[in-house]
T-cell receptor, first 115, second 114 residues
Framework: NAGVMQNPRHLVRRRGQEARLRCSPM?????VYWYRQLPEEGLKFMVY????????ESGMPKERFSAEFPKEGPSILRIQQVVRGDSAAYFC?????????????FGPGTRLTVT | AQSVTQPDIHITVSEGASLELRCNYS??????LFWYVQSPGQGLQLLLK??????LVQGIKGFEAEFKRSQSSFNLRKPSVHWSDAAEYFC????????????FGKGTMLLVSP
């Protein structure tokens, strides 16, 4: 039973380019969370999605960032016109249910470097 | 707003010695409580969680944590540390109602000396 998968594991982008980060949740999980980890910081919540719905994007920057979780396929976190401050590790987590009684399972992360 | 404080950024412990990592939280009500471990370049692995019941929680790899409501604390302990325990440890809280995004502390880096 595969865990949460993220790809790519490492991504290098020049300033102004677009970054697309993918997350495939565990089998049977329909709830996906994205977190960002800046250097020497803990993880910060960005967005929570269910299939075809964004439930809470209160942690996501208002500009340049978007997320989706289509009916088929992985969840995508998209960062347009990247800047150096976007360099971070981005983690995806999935859970089988909505409330906090369900454990979140984390993927290995995508480490984005903006040059 | 909820917050999690891990007051120790780094801790060095000798192999075989006991370990306690501190975690304090600020929350409107008792949240769900978690400890995660992150090895360099890796994702997060859940060590243990507190939902309800016995306030002393046992986890994987010989770790345990004690929830103390009066102190708003959830400290992680291990009686004898192994070199393989060297990693970064994160305390996190989640809401009991509605959906539960996690709020993390900044982490404590554990170094194990021979």
């Amino acid at each position: 039973n595969a865990g949460v998968m993220q790809n790519p594991r490492h991504l290098v982008r020049r300033r102004g380019q677009e970054a697309r980060l993918r997350c495939s949740p565990m089998k049977g999980h329909s709830h996906v969370y994205w977190y960002r980890q800046l250097p020497e910081e803990g993880l910060k919540f960005m967005v929570y999605l269910q299939k075809e719905n964004i439930i809470d994007e209160s942690g996501m920057p208002k500009e340049r960032f978007s997320a989706e979780f289509p009916k088929e396929g992985p969840s995508i976190l998209r960062i347009q016109q990247v800047v150096r401050g976007d360099s971070a590790a981005y983690f995806c987590a999935s859970s089988p249910g909505r409330d906090g009684n369900y454990e979140q399972y984390f993927g290995p992360g995508t480490r984005l470097t903006v040059t | 707003a909820q917050s999690v404080t891990q007051p120790d950024i780094h801790i060095t412990v000798s192999e075989g010695a006991s370990l306690e990592l501190r975690c304090n939280y600020s929350y409107g009500a008792t949240p769900y409580l978690f400890w995660y471990v992150q090895s360099p370049g890796q994702g997060l692995q859940l060590l243990l969680k507190y939902f309800s019941g016995d306030t002393l929680v046992q986890g994987i790899k010989g770790f345990e944590a004690e929830f103390k409501r009066s102190q708003s604390s959830f400290n992680l302990r291990k009686p004898s540390v192994h070199w393989s325990d060297a990693a970064e440890y994160f305390c996190a809280v989640g809401a009991r109602s509605g959906y539960s995004t996690l709020t993390f502390g900044k982490g404590t880096m554990l170094l194990v000396s021979p």
